[in-house]
């Protein structure tokens, strides 16, 4: 199987690209993690982005914050595909990275994720290695996408009309005339996973 390249810009950037190993270990997905700055070691960079198809990997992450330019100074050197991961900071909340690493020039591809999206960085990883390996692929299917579960405890798919009776209307009051509005619109079945919901689904 071919590897995952992690590269961060900074080491104060590990907590979020600790989100990736994690998900990247439980699919069994091998990685090696590299500390490189578009900026402060542009040269590292660039051998590192050149020779990394030669060097055995796949697909590259790469997370930085700031003024991210890290996974657009790796795309440019290779055509393997490059996931960028913004990171938040203290100043902009991550908006920052998220603009330099989204918006890249027509034939310079990133891939990206959300603010913080390591987990989801991997994911992508191991959905792009599994086109060729089918024993990671069937890993994919018997493990399902972890982050894909009914929230707060519902099921995803269900009969409004059947379960309005069973929500607490005092702890769901907006959920509950949602739902009632369904109803009335003469919606019979609908996705209330989301509806009922007390915190948002992990992304």
């Not at 987990?119 to 018997?142: M, P, T, W, Y």
């Not at 493990?143 to 769901?172: M, S, T």
Request: aromatic share 6%; glycine share 8%; charged share 20%.
């Amino acid at each position: 199987m071919k590897k995952v390249g992690i590269v961060m810009g900074s080491d104060s950037d590990l907590p979020i690209v600790e989100k990736a190993i994690n998900t990247l270990v439980e699919y069994g997905v091998p990685y090696e993690v590299h500390v490189f700055s578009a900026h402060r070691t542009p040269v590292e960079a660039r051998d590192f982005a050149l020779n990394a198809a030669d060097n055995g990997f796949g697909v590259l992450i790469c997370a930085a914050g700031m003024a991210a330019h890290l996974a657009g100074a790796i795309a440019a050197n290779t055509t393997l595909p490059v996931i960028g991961i913004p990171c938040s900071s203290s100043n902009l909340d991550g908006m920052d990275a998220l603009l330099s690493t989204v918006m890249m020039p027509t034939g310079i591809p990133v891939a990206t994720v959300a603010i913080n999206g390591g987990a989801n960085a991997a994911l992508l990883c191991a959905q792009i290695l599994a086109v060729e390996d089918k024993d990671l692929a069937a890993k994919l299917d018997e493990y399902g996408i972890p982050y894909q579960r009914p929230v707060g405890g519902h099921a995803i798919f269900v009969d409004a009309d059947k379960v309005l009776d069973q929500i607490p209307k005092e702890e769901f009051p907006a959920q509950t005339l949602a739902i009632e509005l369904y109803l009335e619109a003469g919606v019979r079945g609908c996705e209330i996973g989301y509806i009922l919901a007390d915190r948002d689904p992990v992304t």
